[in-house]
């Protein structure tokens, strides 16, 4: 069977829609500490919300991953590069998933305010008000989300050296049209 040159339509779905959603949050979240609580718990509805929907994206597409074949290193990666890779991308299927799960218990015991996913779903409700619980799933939260943001920085860094170094067709493979070329991998 000849090998897979691009990801599918699947893949590059949900990579670039939890990018994009992962990336506004990342820029966004850390700036809603210093706001005065009626705005924070407005906007905490639509970050609760589309956090929920990252969860649920990513639950769908690890399983996903793991029962469908991908394009292999490409032919100008090392053993080493190829195996940094690997690790770089697992770990964002695990920090991806812990995010929100962090970020859910820590709604369900926050007392300063309500939070209801996109108006809908009241996280705030499902447990007793614990100041202390909420704090240790706040700073857990706030950790897992700088770690987030060194990997996509990273990952960010490493796509471009592919693309402008190393020439070869790594990020062309994940563009929604990309067209890679035949005689490299
Ligand atoms: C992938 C999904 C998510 C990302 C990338 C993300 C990112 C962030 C970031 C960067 C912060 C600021 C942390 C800090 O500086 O200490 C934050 C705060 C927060 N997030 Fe998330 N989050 C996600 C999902 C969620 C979910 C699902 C919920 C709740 C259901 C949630 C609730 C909160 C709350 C309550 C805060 C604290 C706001 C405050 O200080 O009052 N997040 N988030
Ligand atoms: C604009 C920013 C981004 C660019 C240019 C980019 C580019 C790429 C490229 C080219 C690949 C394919 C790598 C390969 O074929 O070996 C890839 C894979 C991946 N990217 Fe990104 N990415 C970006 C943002 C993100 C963000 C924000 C996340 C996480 C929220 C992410 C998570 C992943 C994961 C998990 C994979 C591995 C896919 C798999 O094999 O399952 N990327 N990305």
Redesign the pocket.
């Known amino acids: 069977m000849a090998e897979i040159q691009k990801y599918g339509a699947t893949a590059k779905w949900l990579h670039w829609l939890v990018a994009f959603i992962?990336i506004l949050?990342?820029i966004f979240?850390?700036g809603?500490?210093d706001l005065p609580l009626s705005e924070?718990e407005q906007i905490?509805m639509v970050?609760?919300g589309l956090?929920?929907l990252?969860?649920i994206l990513m639950l769908i597409r690890w399983p996903w991953r793991l029962t469908h074949d991908v394009p292999g290193p490409a032919d100008t990666m090392g053993v080493w590069q190829t195996r940094l890779s690997k690790i770089m991308h697992w770990s964002f299927y695990v920090l991806?998933v812990l995010?929100?799960i962090f970020?859910?218990l820590?709604?369900m015991y926050?007392t300063?305010y309500e939070?209801v996913?996109f108006g809908q779903i009241a996280?705030s409700s499902m447990a007793v008000d614990n100041e202390q619980v909420a704090k240790i799933f706040?700073i857990a939260?706030?950790v897992n989300?700088k770690l987030?943001t060194v990997l996509v920085l990273g990952h960010f860094a490493a796509t471009f050296y592919h693309h402008l170094w190393q020439k070869d067709n790594v990020l062309r493979r994940m563009l929604p049209f990309g067209k890679v070329s035949a005689d490299l991998r």
């Open positions: 992962v949050m990342l979240g850390p809603l500490e924070r905490i970050h609760s956090g929920t990252v969860l991806l995010q929100p970020g859910i820590q709604a926050i300063e939070v996913a996280y706040h939260h706030g989300g987030l």
